[in-house]
């Protein structure tokens, strides 16, 4: 068997599907507008990008990638379920050299997203304004350890496949 077809899933696991709800709504394909800061630039660039959700390890994760405009994929985010503490986040990005390790938990009507990226320093993502066809996404990024955060991308998603 493939490694595609062994990391592939149906759906969500019935035992935790309540707790994979809050992740599992994003399966699908979506279009997104990206705006990216450049922090040694401080300009923004924008680009369209296609991100797709699916689920894997037998329905106890959802793992992403995103793809820019030529079909080339700039990354990867597994997210699994852990009883003990929620959420478990791992953001790669080969081009870069970028790998970060988060937390994530629902807040109100978003979703908060907090970690360290590969240089050691503190971000946080969310998912917010979030509806079946639509959502966005913000990235902050803090050189201080957490005292002050700048803003670092943000992404607004149209649902194209669900």
């Not at 066809?133 to 700048?150: I, K, L, V």
Request: glycine residues 10%; contains cysteine.
């Amino acid at each position: 068997m493939s490694m595609q077809r062994s990391l592939a899933a149906d759906g969500p696991a019935p035992e935790i599907a309540s707790e994979l709800a809050l992740f599992g709504r994003f399966v699908g394909e979506w279009e997104i507008r990206n705006a990216l800061y450049s922090e040694s630039a401080g300009t923004w660039s924008k680009s369209d990008l296609l991100w797709s959700f699916d689920w894997i390890i037998g329905g106890r994760g959802i793992q992403d990638v995103i793809v820019d405009a030529s079909g080339s994929a700039l990354g990867t985010t597994v997210r699994t379920w852990d009883s003990r503490i929620g959420w478990r986040v791992v953001w790669f990005c080969p081009r870069a050299d970028e790998h970060v390790v988060l937390t994530a938990r629902a807040s109100e009507d978003r979703i908060e997203l907090d970690g360290v990226q590969a240089d050691g320093r503190r971000v946080r993502w969310t998912f917010s304004d979030i509806a079946p066809e639509s959502f966005a996404w913000d990235g902050w990024c803090s050189n201080d350890g957490g005292r002050t955060w700048w803003h670092e991308q943000h992404m607004d998603a149209r649902r194209l496949v669900g």
